[in-house]
């Protein structure tokens, strides 16, 4: 069950907090590290600045997936 699909206006940035190159401009994908959402997985975008911007937060720590149209999901895990 899809939850959440996300290219929202980002509402917070941060200077490469997965210690990635973000050098795509535009490009989304899924990121997870403990200090950010709680430790669960997070939406991002690359800005044109090479910046991270957040997105949106997912409800578990792999409970986000990229698309193969260049997007991402954050997806529901069944009990």
Do not use: R, W
């Not at 403990?34 to 937060?57: H, L, M, P, Q, R």
């Not at 720590?61 to 895990?77: K, Y």
């Amino acid at each position: 069950m899809i939850v959440f699909a996300a290219v929202m206006a980002g509402v917070a940035t941060a200077n490469n907090p997965l210690h990635q190159p973000c050098n795509t401009p535009g490009s989304v994908g899924c990121g997870q590290a403990s200090n950010i959402n709680s430790g669960s997985a997070f939406i991002y975008k690359c800005s044109s600045t090479g910046e991270y911007v957040f997105s949106a937060g997912c409800d578990c720590a792999s409970c986000c997936v990229t698309t193969s149209s260049g997007g991402a999901v954050c997806i529901s895990q069944k009990a």
